[in-house]
Nanobody, 121 residues
Framework: QVQLVESGGSLVQPGGSLRLSCAAS????????MAWYRQAPGKQRELVAL???????NYLDSVKGRFTISRDNAKNTMYLQMNSLKPEDTAVYYC???????????????WGQGTQVTVSS
């Protein structure tokens, strides 16, 4: 069983920065990657960034160069550093555990409660 808890969401002005955190507990041997998803009102949940157990990362095209996913294994925590935030980044952000093979990612049904990011002036 895996439990995930997100934190760090806030209201921020365009161009600002936030760092989201996801604290993980428990483990399943088949999990070899974790990811950040987001869901805006009226839209489907989309994969924002992922990181594998080996440290390989991948990003949604619209956030490349602005967002950085990372992890601290000692703290069992994953992070999403978000810079140059835009209004279209507004969404509830969720962390997720799953499995990656190459550039593909299979989401397992392990989710945090979500943290709200609002980018507005």
């Amino acid at each position: 069983q895996v439990q995930l808890v997100e934190s760090g969401g806030s209201l921020v002005q365009p161009g600002g920065s936030l760092r989201l955190s996801c604290a993980a507990s428990g483990s399943i041997v088949s999990i070899n990657a974790m990811a950040w998803y987001r869901q805006a009102p009226g839209k489907q949940r989309e994969l924002v960034a992922l990181i594998t157990s080996g440290g390989t990362t991948n990003y949604l095209d619209s956030v490349k160069g602005r967002f950085t996913i990372s992890r601290d294994n000692a703290k069992n925590t994953m992070y999403l550093q978000m810079n140059s935030l835009k209004p279209e980044d507004t969404a509830v952000y969720y962390c997720n555990a799953g499995a990656a093979r190459g550039s593909s990612y299979r989401s397992y049904d392990y989710w945090g409660q979500g943290t709200q990011v609002t980018v507005s002036s």
